[in-house]
């Protein structure tokens, strides 16, 4: 019964009814397994460790280099690099299946009870270690990168620029894109070289450099700038940038990509007012599309949605004081989803009241 419902649920799982069956055994997923290695760990004979201790931890590392060596080689064959080959397999131990064999093993006499418990033990301590294993693999990761060439920074242009965007990514592109449309001259910064490379290839100019760096920042002349368009997509980084701009080159007027509220806030707590969320506008266009298709009047719609941008822009500014206060900012978050309420619901009377008077 148990081989058969196991073969049954690997011929469902590529079916058009596996999500049916994950919503349905998710409940019990979580408990069926706890019990499971509630029960191995019981039945794991411990004393097997304190008397043949050298026997047992022979076979457990025995068991994880032959493990790392096999998948080694086979990530070789296939291609991968020899650094990601040597750090990958480290955190693969044995499986909990092989609790599942070693039982039906000794239930059909292929291996003794002694044999079986040995191996159950040797495979339990390897899921053990397995944390450390990976710790160790990003170890050795982390060191083989460092070893490797570091790419030097691009040399920038030796004109300047109207514009440096700094972040060529998704949202830096449609502004370079636009600028370019434009006739403005600007100098796009990347700190990602994969990205760089992409770029280009696509026939756009972009330097790769770390735009929080001040030399490259004199580099780039963004001295001689009119704007500076921060769209770098991590936080810290954005933010890091966004006080070395303000702190060296004060009369350069900065756009920001906001990634989410706390980003924004901390953007205007330097005194960056012109900031963008980067999912707000295409957030509400979609809102105002669901409005209509929901039969809303499309005037009705906009104003709906114009509305609750203005009030959001207002809620952020208020929030901005106690962004570092978790209770106030949740207690400042119920009052504005009441008085978001009140202030659409006004909008909605008065353009229906508009509608009757026309």
Known sequence: MSLGAFVAGVLLADSEFRHELEASIAPFQGLLLGLFFMA????????????????????????????????FLLRRIVGGPAPEARSRPWPWPRGEFAFVLFDAAQSFRVLGEVQADRLT??????????????????????????????????????????VVIAGFGRVGQIVGRLLLARGVSFTALDADAGQVDTVRRFGLKVFYGDAAHLDLLHAAQLDKAKVFVLAIDDVEASLRTAELVRKHFPHVQIVARARNRFHASRLMDLGIERQIRETLPSSLEMARWTLELLHEPP????????????????????????????????????????????????????????????
Do not use: C
């Open 121 to 162: 033990l040797v495979v339990a301590l390897s899921m053990a270690v397995s944390p450390l294993l990976l710790l160790l693999g990003d170890r050795i990761a982390e060191a083989t990168r460092s070893k490797g060439p570091v790419r030097a920074f691009d040399e920038l242009p030796v004109h300047s620029s109207d």
């Open 299 to 358: 005037a009705l719609a906009e104003q709906l949605v114009s509305r609750f941008a203005r009030h959001d822009a207002e809620v952020l500014a208020r929030q901005q004081a106690i962004s570092h206060d978790e209770s106030k900012l949740i207690q400042s978050s119920l009052e504005a989803r009441e008085e978001l309420a009140q202030v659409l619901e006004e909008a909605r009377l008065a353009f229906t009241r508009k509608g009757r008077g026309s």
């Open 40 to 71: 191995v760990g019981m039945s794991t004979n411990l004393r097997l460790l304190v008397d043949q201790p050298l026997q047992i931890l022979g076979l457990t590392f025995g068991l994880i280099f032959i493990k790392f060596i096999t998948l």
